[in-house]
Structures are given as structure tokens and as C-alpha cells.
């Protein structure tokens, strides 16, 4: 089990499921928190350069799955055209 360090809401989070560095949200708050420690679950807001990094890494996901759709749609369209 874990705290919130802002509203000092119990979370209760397995060891098993969490990685050092990992982000999650407060269910009672909804604070950005990152996992600081793994034995004892040990939990600190996250800092903005965290939720950044994240971002571009999902922005950069979607770009990947939006480059990729557009060359199946090429695919279909050449499929077509024959």
C-alpha cells in the first residue's frame, strides 16, 4: 500500500505490477504520481518533465499507427486500381 503525497489517499498498489519510474493517477484525486521506490511502493508527484517525456512517447505512437494505416490504405488503393 502506498499514499498519495497529495491527499494522502491510501492506494493500494502490488509490487508485482509496478516499475520504478512508472505513472499512474490518484483514483481520489487524479494527482499525476510516479513511483519512486518498489519495496516498500513508495509514491511522488510527477514532475512535468515526466508527463512530457510520456506524451511525445505516446505522440510518437500515433504517429507510427497514422503512417502505417496510411500505407495499407496505398496498399488497398494499388490493389484496386488493378
Not at 8 to 17: G, H, K, Y
Not at 36 to 54: K, M, Q, R, W, Y
Request: charged letters at 50%; proline letters at 4%; one cysteine or more.
Amino acid at each position: 500500500m502506498a499514499h498519495c503525497p497529495e491527499c494522502e489517499a491510501v492506494i493500494d498498489i502490488d509490487v508485482d505490477e509496478v516499475e520504478e519510474g512508472e505513472l499512474l493517477n490518484c483514483p481520489e484525486c487524479g494527482v499525476d504520481l510516479e513511483v519512486v521506490s518498489t519495496n516498500p511502493v513508495e509514491l511522488d508527484l510527477a514532475e512535468d518533465e515526466d508527463l512530457a517525456e510520456d506524451e511525445e512517447e505516446l505522440e510518437e505512437d500515433e504517429e507510427m499507427v497514422y503512417e502505417e494505416d496510411e500505407e495499407e490504405e496505398e496498399e488497398e488503393e494499388d490493389d484496386f486500381e488493378q
